[in-house]
């Protein structure tokens, strides 16, 4: 089958085979790549007009207890600045988003003991009872099933938990024995099945991935039928084993926004800050192929440049008011509009 066959496979809401995705991941050329991204962004504006969904994004902490190969966090990073916030910080970023327009807010950060399930749920509830019109998302790694519930009912709306690869002999060279791909994976159906609007996900261009993993990685997506996908480009980190390895590809990183886009019309895409920081307009160019959602930076600027998964992150010296007007006028020259409003998976 040729390329522009499966795109319009795509394009018709027919599933592609894993041949089929492999393929096109492999072989696309720029003037098919332009087919897919048309349809892509056709179907993104059926959905969602000209809006782009923001999410403030609270980095409060870079501890972790977890050793993941790619990630500055690791914990055997030596050299990484540790820092938490506190639950007072973590409100006055809040407070400064919601007068920014924001109405969801992303906790995000690395395996942190200190944020057991009792204070993690004083947080989610305190931001819940002040800006009860916002969502908050979670995105603290993996814990028990029983934690995620507690969450959920005092009042989390959202987790992302990328699942990193679909494979799991991939998986296990991302990441230190211990950790498994399929425990992650049924993480993600536990849950959507809590009631979770639920995220899952994966870098473009991370050490020994193949077409065939990305093709994996699709299919999966399309199993799980999440709301919401994160994918960017996998960015070395100097004080990682990964660090000399070559960052993920911008065209094929488009290539599979646009691909994710025609197989999950509805889901929620963002055009993350790692695609940001490999090309100077690639959260633009992730809109144009088919992105919904941006995460500009709430945390405190003293802090941004260390939670330092990657070499080079962008919008680490700006504060957030400045980040959003930015943000705002890259959005409107691209033709799209940001939107204050929760966005949630319809
Ligand atoms: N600790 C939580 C977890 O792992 O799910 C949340 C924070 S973690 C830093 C968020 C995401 O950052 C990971 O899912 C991973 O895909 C991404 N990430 C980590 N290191 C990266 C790198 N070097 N390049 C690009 N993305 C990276
Ligand atoms: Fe920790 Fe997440 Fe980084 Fe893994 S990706 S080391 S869990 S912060
Ligand atoms: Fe942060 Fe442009 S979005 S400075």
Redesign the pocket.
């Known amino acids: 089958m040729s390329n522009i066959e499966t795109i319009n496979k795509l394009k018709n809401e027919q599933s592609a085979s894993r041949r089929e995705l492999t393929a096109l991941l492999q072989t696309i050329t720029d003037d098919e790549r332009e087919l897919l991204r048309q349809a892509a962004q056709k179907t993104a504006q059926a959905v969602f007009g000209n809006k782009i969904f923001i999410r403030g994004l609270i980095e409060f902490t870079s501890y ?5 190969r ?6 055997s990073n030596k050299n990484a600045v540790r820092y938490r916030l506190s639950e007072e910080q973590i409100m006055s970023c809040c407070k400064a988003g919601y007068s920014l327009g924001f109405r969801t807010f992303v906790l995000q ?3 942190d003991a200190f944020f057991t399930d009792e204070v993690m749920c004083g947080i989610v509830s305190a931001i819940k009872r002040e800006y009860p019109d916002c969502a908050v998302t979670l995105s603290l ?2 814990r028990s099933e029983d934690s995620l519930r507690r969450l959920f009912e005092a009042g989390a709306d959202r987790y992302l938990l990328r699942h990193e690869t679909a494979d799991e002999a991939h998986y296990a060279r991302l ?1 230190p024995p211990g950790m498994s791909g399929a425990h992650r994976k049924a993480l993600l159906y536990r849950l959507k099945e809590i009631g979770y609007q639920t995220g899952a996900g994966f870098m473009v261009g991370s050490p020994y991935q193949t077409f065939e993993n990305l093709a994996d990685d699709l299919l999966f997506i399309k199993e799980l039928s999440p709301q919401m996908c994160g994918i960017g480009p996998f960015v070395p980190h100097r004080d990682t084993e990964f660090g000399n390895m070559p960052a993920g590809d911008l065209k094929l990183t488009l290539t599979l926004l646009s691909v994710i886009r025609l197989m999950n019309p509805r889901i929620l895409l963002p055009a993350t800050t790692a695609l940001g920081t490999i090309h100077p307009n690639g959260r633009e160019l992730g809109v144009l192929h088919g992105a919904n959602v941006v995460m500009p930076n709430l945390s405190p600027a003293e802090h941004r440049k260390d939670y330092a ?1 990657y070499d080079n992150k962008i919008c680490t010296g700006d504060e957030a008011a400045e980040c959003i007007r930015c943000l705002s006028r890259r959005m409107e020259k691209t033709g799209y509009k940001i939107v204050c409003e929760r966005g949630d998976y319809q």
Not at 70 to 75: F, H, I, M, S
């Open positions: 972790c207890k977890n050793d993941c790619y990630c500055g966090l690791r914990r950060g690395g395996e790694g993996e990441h998964l």
